[in-house]
């Protein structure tokens, strides 16, 4: 299978998202984060690690992995793979919910399945291809994903210390979402405990309990995700790229960058432009 996009964009009235995992060149690392929608990795080629609560998963070809929601998940991808992401909004699985909005899945279906990979592989195809109907042969093969996810992989009974978590994750997305929202302004722990209606201690002991990373180390982890996006694009220069990203400067910017990547903001920028002018 050729995979031809790197991110494949829905078209409207499609209740999900199907793209090519951003790592598929290797040398990549996304970290610790988590999101309401269940996801779906399937690799095709290559292969990835993923880390869930403090374990290890080994993914290889013809292998998949079903993330929950609210799952606090990092990613590696040290070599170039070719994996299908599959992302599908909690609120498709509400007639299947087992109480207080919440649905699990296993991570261990007991060994390969062909059958769910090839399902995963069809749904791509179909969208690469684009034949007459394809949209109503898309979500054909889209609802038999979803059946034989809640009749092979849903747990039907969880612990309550999942369904609390869960929660919590819940009320940390807001947060979240307006840390990346405002992230090039002012966000201490005091300002953003505030708008919540949080102490700055209780608050930073939600991220670190529940999301797995300090408060700060989140800031700086968005910040970070935009900046690399600038010094790719390289249309600012390194401290424009720093003020505009909320930094305080280059010097801020590079001793974060560097303990992140293992190289300074220019040395990237230099790799990425051999890279291009390499083809």
């Known amino acids: 299978m050729q995979f031809l996009h790197e991110l494949i964009v829905p078209e409207p009235g499609f209740p999900f998202k199907l793209f090519i995992f951003e790592g598929r060149d290797g040398n990549y690392r996304r970290d610790r984060h988590w999101h309401r929608s269940v996801e779906i990795f399937a690799v095709c080629g290559g292969a990835l690690e993923f880390y869930i609560d403090n374990r290890i998963w080994h993914l290889s070809a013809g292998d998949f992995l079903i993330v929950n929601s609210n799952e606090v998940h990092s990613v590696d991808s040290p070599l170039p793979n070719e994996t299908i992401v599959l992302q599908i909004p909690l609120e498709m699985f509400e007639d299947y919910f087992t109480g207080e909005q919440f649905i699990w899945f296993t991570h261990e279906p007991g060994k390969r ?83 919540f209606g949080y102490s700055p201690t209780y608050l930073s002991r939600m991220f670190q309990k529940y999301a797995g990373i300090t408060f700060k180390d989140h800031v700086q982890n968005i910040r970070l995700g935009h900046a690399l996006k600038d010094l790719e694009n390289g249309e600012y220069s390194i401290t424009e790229t720093a003020i505009r990203n909320g930094f305080s400067g280059s010097k801020a910017l590079a001793r974060a960058f560097r303990k992140k990547y293992g190289m300074l903001p220019s040395e990237y920028r230099a790799k990425r432009e051999r890279k291009s002018s390499k083809g």
């Open 113 to 195: 399945d062909e059958r769910f990979m090839e399902l995963m592989r069809e749904l791509y195809r179909i969208y690469e291809e684009k034949t007459c109907g394809y949209d109503m042969k898309m979500m054909s093969v889209f609802y038999d994903i979803l059946y034989y996810l809640v009749k092979d992989y849903r747990l039907p009974e969880t612990g309550q210390d999942y369904v609390r978590k869960n929660k919590t994750l819940d009320r940390l997305s807001g947060i979240t979402s307006y840390m990346k929202e405002n992230y090039r302004n002012s966000l201490s722990l005091e300002k953003v405990a505030e708008k």
